[in-house]
């Protein structure tokens, strides 16, 4: 009801967008243009992009500030992922042995001493062999110097004893201008002998502690972390361990094949040094792939040089069929199961390894890639969600204070 001389609020003079307002005024205003919003001017594709853009660029800046701490604490590094390895391979010796009512301490004893028995034997039967093949060596090597001096004498070479003795004068003259340099290179060799004296030192140290009390130390970095991400942290170094323990004694079998192949070929050829030429074939193995091409290509240029090239050629032959054996039947089979890693993934992984870090980035990189793939493919499965859940119900259980 209107009441004449007094103004009347109505509900036609409300904003027509208003809620409260009728439902004709509403619809007479017509739609309702949203307010305008940067973010629609980017299509989901991009937010999507953007959103993986920034994230993969914190991981490969974590990254690369991790391997540039490596790169400056390569001496502390290096002992360290040398000592994890031999950790990983005397372990479950020294179980075994404890299992067997020996003493801990006794234990570790004995599986270091096996340890350096054997590698000091292949060292002593490697200078043996050399010491004992060294004349015939010399002599061969003054014989193959004629074969080739008289090879470079025939046509198109022609070269005769004043072009040898012009050689040899150019060398003397480079080695004297060179002298100080020469110095300096004696002084390195000395500084990194003092280098490999105390990186043998804390590898020897650091394997002793960790066969001694290797649960305790991790225990203490699983602690560093927060409560709710232990269970998942302490689960993906259980599953590094074991992938790391499996590489590497699997790793040492394949090393094994490997140098004990090539050895055969040579000394049935009758190669100097056949026994080294195979001890440095299982050494070099530890590379994966890479390691027994070029120890193996060692071996066709030592039969070359001493021998002849048809038998440099069965050589290569051998060298072949050795690696084919570990390409595709080592590796897919017994190292493929062990570490789960992609044969071309660790071709890769070496060689990146040995760009960024020489010969420990190859050696370690096909190791650190297994366990970064076991360690990640648990966390991201989840398992560990249950056990920290039973973890946190025992603990809620544990501070309970029963009545009296």
Partial sequence: MKIPGFSHSSDDSRDPRDPRAPRDARVSAGP???????????SNGMKIA??????????????????????????????????????????????????????KWLSIVVALLLAI????????????????????LEKKSVDRFEVVKQFLAAPPFNLTSSDYNSVLDSATTAIQDSSKSLLSGVAAVGLGGAHFIADGLLTIFATIFMLIDGDGVWKWVTRLFPRRARAAVDGAGQAGWHTLATFVRVQIFVAAVDGLGVGLFAFFLGLPLAVPIGVLVFLA???????????G??????????????????????????????????????MGNAVKVHPLAVVFAVAGGSYIAGIPGALF???????????VTYVARGKWKSE??????KDATSEVVPEA
């Fill in 32 to 42: 309702v243009v949203p307010a305008f919003r940067a973010d629609d001017t980017v």
């Fill in 50 to 103: 953007g959103a993986w853009g920034w994230r993969i660029l914190v991981v490969v800046a974590c990254l690369a500030v991790f391997l540039f701490l490596i790169e400056k604490l390569a001496e502390i590094v290096v002992p360290f992922l040398i000592a994890l390895l031999i950790s990983a391979l005397l372990q479950p010796f020294v179980r075994l042995l404890e299992r067997h009512r020996v003493p």
């Fill in 117 to 136: 028995v054997i590698f000091g034997g292949l060292v002593l039967l490697v200078v043996l062999q050399v010491r004992a093949g060294l004349p015939a």
């Fill in 285 to 295: 193995s530890f590379i994966p792939v890479v390691g027994a091409i070029v120890s």
């Fill in 297 to 334: 290509a060692f071996a066709v240029v030592i039969a070359l040089l001493f021998i002849g090239p048809l038998q440099a050629l069965i050589m290569l032959g051998g060298v072949i069929i050795v690696h084919l054996l570990e390409a595709h039947v080592l590796q897919p089979l017994v």
């Fill in 365 to 375: 990189a096909v190791p650190t890639i297994a366990v970064l793939n076991v360690m």
């Fill in 388 to 393: 920290s859940q039973r973890a946190a119900e």
